[in-house]
């Protein structure tokens, strides 16, 4: 039977015989096939930090050479693992900031959580019914109580009746939430009991008998302090501020928290062919990464600056970059060798230096990690290359060729109220057929509305580091890149804990693997037992696979994974 039994399985055919074609030396080939250990560890198919100098400066550990980079003339892939290793290794933490709670969503905690208050700060009821004191029957007391209604005497936020303690063989009405009453031994449940005047008696549940009825001492009473003590430890540093979190905090006493400043990432979204709205005529391309890429950084915890649409075209896209006060910005497409691919000689131009280029990953390997000159000028000379892995060369301000650099305030692209190319003239719609001409390129810019919002509002504050993340055109192949380089990056900029050890899933069916990459293939484990199995349409251009799946599995170079292996799932946003 033919393996390939849907036009993606074709894609993938493809580039498997592509790429088996291609010469690789036999000694750059991973040594086997483990699994990665972690999220941002290496596997067995390269070692970081033996991994040398990335770039230009040679094939160190971890890389290897693709046929075009066997020539002379074409990039160093490393390894997956290796490249995920980089990205979170590039980059450290921005300042923190003090921001009320509805701000802080998304962000990571700077300082540890600690509890202001006890909780519950009080004895408390858990049930509606009535706050007993010794055994029964009980008289009621704390005034009049409906019987018909059950009216509580001690209602939730109440503070007065509390003050006077219960004697034994006495009962209060309470509602849930309402702090227990001084004296009282129990809270019986309303279902529990029965009033007759100012008597109350224990029943069972349904009838049954009153020894049924838990009434033991300290029964449906929460003790104050619980849950945590004024000082607990809550969330430690480096925890994501979830909407759970921010309850917590609200819960414990907080009205403001202490987060590490959110990295900023500006979109470039490059290709000519696409357009922002309507059924894309033949020739053209709707977008896909501009609608997808802002919630996906935003649920990495970055804050989007701006997602702008540059066509093809090489100034505008150098401009932007020089523009940019991002600390990170997303390029997408223009990462291969075609005649349009502005993205490699832009940053050979600025002297960037290229963290990672390309990497040992289908889809996707044609992916770049590069950090920019502070000064963003594009006529100054090359930095200086300096180790990506040495922790001083990521720091804020410790870079020697930044702070050697010249100031950005001499280029005049810090104008203010620059932001980048917009829309010079208005789309003038698809042609009618394949024929008909290409519509001038759309140049657009979406800056965020929330701009108030923003974590560091300063204008002229250019990043004293900045990175840029080539994501290759495909969409699947961006999902790579994303997964691969920018949540790595983003990870390491707002400060979030790593994962020590990520998600794993058994195989319900064998997966091919690349005979010398990683592949990464979208999964779901709702089709059936027995673990996660593959979904159709995963072709490095397709987004229908990715859009049904629970996870992207990692499949390690060499020999397929068979049904029943394990292998590390890497999660998707809003799964
Ligand atoms: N000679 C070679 N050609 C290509 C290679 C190669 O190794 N040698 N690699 C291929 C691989 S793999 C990929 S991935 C792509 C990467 O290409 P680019 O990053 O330069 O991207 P483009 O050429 O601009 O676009 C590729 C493809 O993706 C579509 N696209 C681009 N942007 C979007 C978007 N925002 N939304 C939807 N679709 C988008 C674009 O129309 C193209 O179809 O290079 C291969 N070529
Ligand atoms: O196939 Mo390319 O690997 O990134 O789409």
Known sequence: MNRFDSSDDFDDALALANSAARPRPAASRPASRGTPTAAGTPGTAGTPGTAGTPGTAGTPGGERRTSAAASGDGPTAVSWAAARSRARRAARA???LTLPLHRALG???AEPLVARTDLPAFDTSAMDGWAVAGPG???LVGGPVDEGSG????LAGDRGVTASPLADGYAVAIATGARVPAGATAVLRTEHATVDGDRLARTGPRGAGSSHVPADHRTDIRPRGQECRTGDLLLPAGARVTPVALGLAAAAGHDELNVTRRPRVEVLVLGAELIQDGVPATGLVRDALGPMLDPWLTALGAEVLAVRHLGDDAAALATAVDASRADVLLTTGGTAGGPMDHVRPLLARL???????SVAVRPGHPMLL????SAPRTDRAPAEPAPADAPDAAAP???ATDLDAPDLHATGLDAPGFDGPRTEKPHPGPPADNTAPRPATPRTATPRPDAPDHDVPADHDLPPVRHLVGLPGNPLAAVAALLTLVEPLLHALGDHEPETEPPTARLATRIEGHPTDTRLVPVTEREGPGGVRPLRHHGPAMLRGVAAADAMAVIPPGAASSAGSTVVLLRLPGR
């Open 151 to 154: 009216a509580p005497g001690v």
């Open 137 to 139: 029957p009980w008289r």
């Open 107 to 109: 962000h990571s905690l």
């Open 94 to 96: 921005g300042g923190a």
């Open 370 to 373: 590069a950090r920019l000159p």
């Open 397 to 399: 301000g410790l870079h």
């Open 351 to 357: 002297g960037a230096r290229l963290l990672v280029d």
